[in-house]
């Protein structure tokens, strides 16, 4: 089974920085589709950041390009999500997700397998 963990999340001011951390078993050996996604008080859960095609392409949100970087790894089984300028609207709760299969899309329905989510606060 997938065993998901995150950490990393916390309360910033706009403009600072928070690295995002997740335990992730399946990336050794495998090349499924994995990413962040986040979600915030009445909104819809969102696609951030994935990665895949053995860690070598990536995806992101329009919102976030240029600012959050995904990584990954498969020595220490971890994936990243460096956020940078944060800002206000990019508070939520952030989710590592695995889709659980070889295609990869930004939709959250896709996604198999969840964390249990990590905070992110970001303070105008």
């Known amino acids: 089974q997938v065993q998901l963990v995150e950490s990393g999340g916390g309360s910033v001011q706009a403009g600072g920085s928070l690295r995002l951390s997740c335990a992730a078993p399946r990336l050794t050996g495998r090349s499924y589709c994995m990413g962040w996604l986040r979600q915030a008080p009445g909104k819809e859960r969102e696609g951030v950041a994935l990665i895949f095609g053995g860690g070598g392409r990536t995806y992101y949100a329009d919102s976030v390009k240029g600012r959050f970087t995904i990584s990954q790894d498969t020595g220490k089984n971890t994936l990243y999500l460096q956020m940078n300028s944060l800002k206000p609207e990019d508070t939520a709760m952030y989710y590592c997700?695995?889709?659980?299969?070889?295609?990869?899309?930004?939709?959250?329905?896709?996604?198999?397998?969840w964390g249990q989510g990590t905070q992110v606060t970001v303070s105008s």
């Open positions: 997700a695995d889709r659980g299969g070889f295609y990869c899309t930004p939709d959250a329905a896709t996604f198999s397998y």
